[in-house]
């Protein structure tokens, strides 16, 4: 299979006041589970500005990180991309070039 099941990225996000309030409040709780409505705050390699694409952001339990996923109407490339892949070589090619950067 040519496709790459793994490659994530650190990402930031936005949120409301109202909204990272209620997630600090309920951040020692390993049992809250949530959504928020939030906006991507990454510039990622490869795209044109990522800043300012909106996604939900679900809280998982026990202290994992929350899951990011933009919204599937929002016209993108890192939108399409989320939702149907990239090939292996294109994935090969961003982790050489991030890693590249680190050296």
Known sequence: MDDCQ??????????????????????????????????????LDGYEDTTKIPVTIFTRR???RPEIIPH???????????????IKLEAERRINEMLRQIK
């Open 62 to 64: 026990e202290g994992q």
């Open 72 to 86: 599937e109407y929002y016209n993108h490339p890192f939108v399409k991309d989320y939702y149907n892949g990239i």
């Open 6 to 43: 793994n490659l994530e990225y650190g990402l930031w996000v936005s949120l409301s006041e109202k909204s990272f309030e209620d997630y600090l409040s309920n951040y020692n709780n390993e049992n809250y589970e949530t959504e928020y409505f939030g906006w991507l705050s990454n510039y």
